[in-house]
């Protein structure tokens, strides 16, 4: 078993790489790369890429995670008696594919040439109640998209929560956060965190859930901060998107969270001010009510997951 070290990218397909774009652009992605057929976006972190699209039929694709080395990557090829290839996505490196209990294309990805960060407009300093470390000077928020840092988090739905949850677990040693219940001594899914020993990660990476068939639930974006995070709320509204849960606060990770669906309908998440947790975090057991409660902000609709 190795650790990886953080979730890479999302891929979809959809017939329009123009228009995916746009909308892209609009929910403050960046173009890393496009090819004929194959749309790469980035982050403003030093990262090749975190969202793919290819050109075919709407639909989600699959995903990726990051490794430590290329030699945890050829540690984890020999275990499970697959080929180490070239990477010829942004970034290049080294890959190896699996393909998960539900039919999902798995890559993990190591030795990758990372671009430079992209610079973050909005530096913000923020007073409040207690402390006021801005003085002398008004706050100013830009107009314009939110600025995603990189993709924080996938939600899957598969056909059978505890047989994915032990599939990830075994090859790339991701632990629980917090399993969920539908009902007590029912788990139908739980939050998933890399294991980076003493080092805070996510409080989640992957979240499969239980629903008894496999698809794309949603996919999360990490943005600089709150002001971003409204700030593009009222780009994606004023171009007419699509909004569908938002703005709030999660009680399971904590984060302030904006959710909208693309052009195809997949849905994508703006959120930032997540818990971090790292090995002395003990896993917690909830009820379901905890996953679609949140601490402010409008109740989830029943559009969600679907």
């Known amino acids: 078993m190795i650790k990886v070290t953080d979730i890479a990218y999302v891929r979809f397909r959809a017939p329009d790489l123009d228009e995916m774009e746009k909308f892209l652009l609009e929910f403050g992605l960046v173009r890393a790369e496009r090819r004929d057929k194959t749309l790469f976006m980035r982050g403003t972190d030093a990262l090749p890429f975190a969202h793919v699209t290819e050109l075919g039929e709407p639909g989600f694709v ?16 020999a275990k499970y008696g697959l080929p180490v290839e070239e990477n010829d996505a942004p970034g290049a490196g080294r890959i190896v594919r699996f393909t998960d209990p539900n039919g999902f294309p798995v890559d993990v990805v190591a030795g990758q040439n990372c671009p430079q960060p992209l610079p973050v407009g909005r530096h913000l ?30 939600v899957i739905n598969v056909k059978d929560f505890r047989e994915t949850e032990a599939w990830y677990k075994e090859r790339f040693g991701l632990v629980t956060s917090d399993e969920i219940e539908i009902a007590p001594g029912a788990p139908i899914g739980a939050f998933l965190r890399c294991d980076r020993g003493a080092a805070h990660v996510d409080h989640h990476t992957l979240f499969p859930v239980g629903t008894g068939a496999a698809g794309f639930n949603h996919a999360a974006f990490e943005v ?52 971090l947790f790292n090995n002395e975090t003990p896993p917690n057991v909830v009820g379901i009510d905890k996953l679609m409660g949140n601490q402010w902000g409008p109740e989830a609709p029943p559009t969600m997951g679907g």
Not at 67 to 77: G, I, N, P, W, Y
Not at 134 to 143: N, Q
Request: with cysteine; proline share 4%.
């Open 224 to 275: 600089a901060n709150f002001d971003d995070l409204m700030a593009g709320h009222q780009v994606l509204e004023q171009s007419g998107r699509r909004h569908e849960w938002g703005v709030g606060r999660h009680i399971l990770g904590s984060q302030i969270f904006d959710y909208w669906r693309d052009p195809w309908g997949h849905t994508v998440e703006h959120w930032t001010d997540g818990d």
């Open 62 to 77: 699959g995903l990726g995670f990051y490794a430590e080395s290329v030699a945890d990557l050829e540690r984890l090829a």
């Open 125 to 154: 300093t923020h007073n409040d109640g207690e402390e006021q470390p801005r003085k002398g000077e008004p706050l100013r928020v830009a107009a314009g998209p939110s600025q995603v840092k990189r993709l924080g988090h996938c």
